[in-house]
């Protein structure tokens, strides 16, 4: 399941009852947002900046649907480049959302001859281990929309986290947190049973809806471009390469770069095989 707009909507709209989620319900919110760490290729999942008794800080979470080998890893880059950053204190949490056989602790190790000579410790939340029940009573709409991943949930459950929904948050609100409520509960129930619980008409008037339409209509249409451009190649190859071989069929129908693909297209008729094979990266 695609989970990073679900997420990403529901930290947005509900930052206190997240904050609840993970420790932090009295904590005062200064601002909101994801992050672009400098010199890397990545966009952390969500930053609270906070403050409480006076001192500002900031609370980052990663929302992980899958397991990482990698994880605590990761977590030691976001943190110390976000510390480093901020110039505060960061505490970075990880919010586990699916049951997995093992989780690793939260922590990042450094061995030197078997031995520990420092560690970083995270914060984790397991969804699983999250009482549905407890979760409801609380009152807390955005928590409410995870009830589907939480321990002890039922098709009941579910249909108070619905109600609970519609009478607590606020109307800009209501849809997308019951498109959320709807998408985590489709591991769990039939199509049938969720929108007897949550109308069609609501879903379709979420953001989360219309974002993952115009997603999905952007990536089919990156996908048609790359197919013309992959059979425009092909065409060109066999036209001045009629003897190429399997080898550069098979490597131009799985090179995924636009650019190599339009170069050894306007370029087929000068360049050898080998240099196309070298170009689409297969030399």
């Known amino acids: 399941m695609e989970t990073d707009i679900r997420c990403k909507v529901l930290a947005r709209l509900r930052p206190n009852d ?7 319900p ?23 900046e906070l403050e409480s008794a006076g001192e500002v800080y900031y609370r980052h979470l990663e929302f992980q649907a899958e397991p990482d ?3 605590n890893e990761r977590c030691l880059i976001y943190n110390t480049r976000l510390i480093a950053q901020y110039k505060s204190p960061v505490i970075t949490t990880i919010i586990y959302l699916f049951r997995h056989r093992q989780v690793d602790e939260p922590v990042y190790r450094v061995l030197l001859h078997g031995k520990e000579i ?3 410790r995270f914060e984790s939340v397991r969804m699983w281990e999250v009482e549905a029940r407890e979760a409801i009573e609380g009152g807390l709409p955005g928590l409410a929309a995870l009830v589907p991943l939480m321990k002890g949930v039922t098709l009941k459950r579910v249909e108070e986290a619905a109600r609970q929904i519609e009478e607590r948050a606020p109307a800009a609100q209501k849809s997308d947190l ?10 769990k129930y039939t199509l049938k049973q969720l929108e007897r619980i949550i109308g069609r008409d ?9 974002e993952g339409l115009a997603e999905g209509l952007a990536e089919g249409l990156a996908k048609g471009q790359l197919m013309t451009t992959q059979e425009l190649c092909l065409e060109a190859v066999r036209k001045w390469h009629p003897r190429a071989g399997q080898r550069v069929w098979t490597a131009i129908e799985n090179c995924t770069d636009l650019e190599a693909l339009k170069d050894v297209n306007l370029n087929a008729s000068e360049w050898s095989t080998r240099e196309i094979l070298r170009r689409l990266g297969r030399a």
């Open 18 to 24: 997240l904050l609840t989620l993970v420790g932090d």
């Open 69 to 71: 080998p990698e994880m």
């Open 26 to 48: 009295h904590a005062y919110i200064v601002s909101t947002d994801t992050v672009e760490l400098p010199d890397m290729r990545r966009t952390v999942d969500f930053v609270y």
């Open 118 to 120: 420092n560690r970083w």
């Open 178 to 187: 019951l498109a959320i409520l709807h998408a985590f509960g489709e591991n």
């Open 202 to 210: 609501r879903l379709m008037e979420s953001t989360i809806y219309r």
